[in-house]
Structures are given as structure tokens and as C-alpha cells.
């Protein structure tokens, strides 16, 4: 029996772990379950899966749960804050933690995980786009060993050689191909992008996703934040990372080797099974995902991405090929951008200039410390909210 922690455990990562969970009770058991302050979820998941732990970051919505769990007569007991999701993420008692906290808030508990040698089961982006370095110095001197969730970054790590490199070439590797669905706006023109609202925004054709991640897929600001996560997954540098759009989301991610083969993974759009491959690992278990019919499918499409139409996924090359703090500052800019997109104080085209400015506004640094990259976050995030101070008269459209 495995013990795992989910943080994020009422998004829809967490959501499906559980799911996958639940379908092998003689395997795996939820032993701590994270959320940000969604009392109801994490209630309704506590008395279902019985966890020792519950952890919420706000005091209000821990003292709720708490009266809620002990008027049902729940043993779960109910922490706070930062230095619960660390406690959980590191506790003796697990051996597994699914890192599936939105945000730069998942980057704390991620690196606490790491350094007490866990298995992490990464779906949290920021952790390597802000703390890559520090992140994967802290999994190789902890012993921890690290899958990645992201449905493209499984699928690489899938088709893999097996056996770890210092350079891609010494495998055999020319190049990783990660796939893109495109979003919902990728057959808009220009002038058909100035009337996006964030209701079309929060539709994806593909992928059902939590609010930030669809919108980011929206501006192809995830792919490009993927793009820096596999530099640091597979020790690719940019010029061997490359971005196709496969409007059918079927093939995950291929593999281009020196020979002339192209190993790619299919499945339906579903990531419990990315969930499943890294739970089960280097075990293949049931995940309750329909199998993939080819013949229905019939055609699969592949173009390449416009990316002067979608300006953010070059921002992320760029942040990339900058080093340093550069990608901290891109999704501290993107996480306030976003945020006011959802507000609808921000027009969908005005998101890639705000994270642009911040870009060549705020100064690159080389990275020394976890310390300095919240304090870069911090003056990124203010920057960007100071941009968006000065932007304020702008008019905003809604559906």
C-alpha cells in the first residue's frame, strides 16, 4: 500500500488522481489531501477517501472544515497554511505526492517533497518554469524521483530511452516534439482575437481544465511554459524543443531520433491516464479511459504555431534563451495577467504586452536562491499590477 498526498486535491488533476485512486483500493490510499480554501470539495473528498490530513491555506475555511469533520465524526485531522502542505508533502508516512497546486504557491511543497526523497508526480508548471535549477538539484541530492503529469512531458518521458543521459544526443535524441492543440481561437484572424471574451476563452475544444490553465492554453502561454518545463525534464536546450499544433490532441508528444524515427504516445484526451502511467510506474494500470478508436478519428492534423498572432509562446523561448530569473518574471506576469483576463479587466490581446514589458523592464539575474526567486516573483507581480494600475481605462469587452 502506498500512502499519497494530493495537493490541489479538489482541482481537476486532484479530482481525477482520486479517480484513478479509488479504482485501486488494495494499492494506493489518500493519505493527505490539499486545497486552497474550497471547504464544500474538500469536505465531501475527506469523508470519502478518509485522509489523515486535510490541509487549506486559509484560517476561516480550516476552522470550517474542522467543525464540519468533527460534527461527522471524521478522524481527518485539519492543518493550515504553508507549513501544513510542507508537513504533508514530506511526512514520513508517504511515499507519493501529486504536486497539482495552480501556481507559484505549489512551489514550497514541491521542493519539500524533493528534498525528503518522494516520488513527485509533477502537474505543477511554476515549479519548474520559476525554480528549475533549484528544483531539480534538490530532486537529484534528495533521491526523489520525478514523473511528469503534463500529457505532453508523459508522453516524451514515455518514449524515452530508459536510460538517463547527460545530453540528449548521448541517447540518441535529436530533438522532443510537443503537441498543441491550437486552443479555441486558432483559426482566428487578428481582428477576430480583438473581439475574444473570457467566456470564449474558457471553452477549450479539447481538454477540461481548470480557469488559469485554459486560458493560458488559450494564448498558447502553456505550451510555452511547457517548452521551459522540458528543458529542464530532459536537459533539451530551445533549439531541440519544438512546438507542432495537432488539433486532435490524440498524439501527446513524439520523440525525434538521430536515425530518422519519430516515436510519438496516443490516447484519448483524458489525463488519468498520464495519472495512472506515473502512479503505476514502471507498472501500466487501469485507468477508466475509453480506448482509442483510430478509424473514428481517421485524420490527424499538424501545423505549425503562428506565433504573431500568439506572441506569448515566443515570450517563453525568449524568457528561455534569457536564463536566469527570466522565466520567474514571465509567469509572475502571466499569473497577474491571466487573473485580470478573468476579471475581464484585461483584454485578451493586451496579455502578451503586459508580460512583454515585464520582460524588458524588470532585470535578469542568475539564480542563487529560493529566497531570491519569490522576491523576483514578488517585484514581477507588482510591476504587472502596476502595469495594469496604468491601463485601467481601458475598455474591457464581456459577452
Known amino acids: 500500500m502506498q500512502n499519497v498526498t494530493i495537493l490541489g486535491s479538489t482541482g481537476t488533476i486532484g479530482q481525477q488522481t482520486l479517480d484513478v485512486i479509488a479504482r485501486h483500493p488494495a494499492r494506493f490510499n489518500a493519505f493527505a489531501l490539499a486545497a486552497n480554501n474550497n471547504v464544500d470539495s474538500l469536505f465531501k473528498q475527506c469523508l470519502q477517501f478518509k485522509p489523515r490530513y486535510a490541509v487549506l491555506l486559509e484560517e476561516q475555511a480550516a476552522h470550517q472544515l474542522t467543525q464540519r469533520l468533527r460534527e461527522a465524526n471524521s478522524l481527518t485531522e485539519v492543518l493550515l497554511g504553508m507549513q ?10 508517504v511515499q507519493v505526492v501529486m504536486a497539482a497546486i495552480v501556481g507559484a504557491a505549489g512551489l514550497k511543497p514541491a521542493m519539500a517533497a524533493a528534498n525528503a526523497g518522494k516520488r513527485i508526480l509533477l502537474a505543477n508548471k511554476e515549479t519548474l518554469v520559476m525554480a528549475g535549477s533549484l528544483f531539480m538539484q534538490a530532486v537529484k541530492q534528495g ?28 541517447g540518441g535524441v535529436r530533438k522532443v516534439i510537443l503537441t498543441a492543440s491550437g486552443g479555441p481561437f486558432r483559426n482566428y484572424s487578428q481582428a477576430q482575437l480583438k473581439q475574444v471574451t473570457t467566456e470564449l476563452a474558457l471553452k477549450h475544444p479539447n481538454w477540461v481544465m481548470g480557469a488559469k490553465i485554459t486560458i493560458d492554453s488559450a494564448t498558447l502561454m502553456n505550451k510555452g511554459l511547457e517548452v521551459i518545463e522540458a528543458h529542464w525534464l530532459f536537459n533539451a536546450q530551445p533549439e531541440q524543443i519544438e512546438v507542432v499544433v495537432h488539433p486532435q490532441s490524440v498524439i501527446h508528444s513524439m520523440v525525434e531520433y538521430v536515425d530518422g524515427s519519430v516515436l510519438a504516445q496516443l490516447g484519448n484526451p483524458d ?20 480506448s482509442l478508436n483510430l478509424i473514428e478519428i481517421a485524420q490527424l492534423q499538424f501545423e505549425k504555431p503562428d506565433m504573431e498572432r500568439f506572441p506569448c509562446l515566443r515570450l517563453a ?7 536566469g530569473t527570466a522565466s520567474t518574471i514571465l509567469n509572475a506576469a502571466n499569473e497577474i495577467a491571466v487573473a485580470a483576463f478573468l476579471q475581464k479587466s484585461l483584454h485578451f490581446l493586451e496579455l502578451p504586452q503586459l508580460i512583454s514589458d515585464a520582460l524588458m523592464a524588470i532585470p535578469t539575474e542568475a539564480v542563487s536562491s529560493l529566497e531570491q526567486l519569490i522576491e523576483v516573483d514578488a517585484r ?9 494600475a496604468n491601463h485601467a481605462n481601458v475598455e474591457v469587452l464581456s459577452a
Open 271 to 290: 489525463m488519468r491516464t498520464p495519472i495512472a502511467y506515473a502512479l503505476g510506474y514502471p507498472e501500466r494500470i487501469e485507468a477508466g479511459v475509453k
Open 317 to 323: 523561448y525568449d524568457a528561455l534563451k534569457l536564463g
Open 84 to 93: 501544513g502542505l510542507e508537513f504533508v508533502a514530506s511526512c514520513d508516512d
Open 143 to 170: 533521491g526523489a524521483t520525478l514523473l511528469p503529469i503534463d500529457s505532453e512531458h508523459n508522453a516524451i518521458f514515455q518514449v524515452m530511452p530508459p536510460v538517463s543521459h547527460a545530453h540528449l544526443q548521448e
Open 380 to 388: 514581477a507581480r507588482a510591476y504587472a499590477r502596476n502595469w495594469l
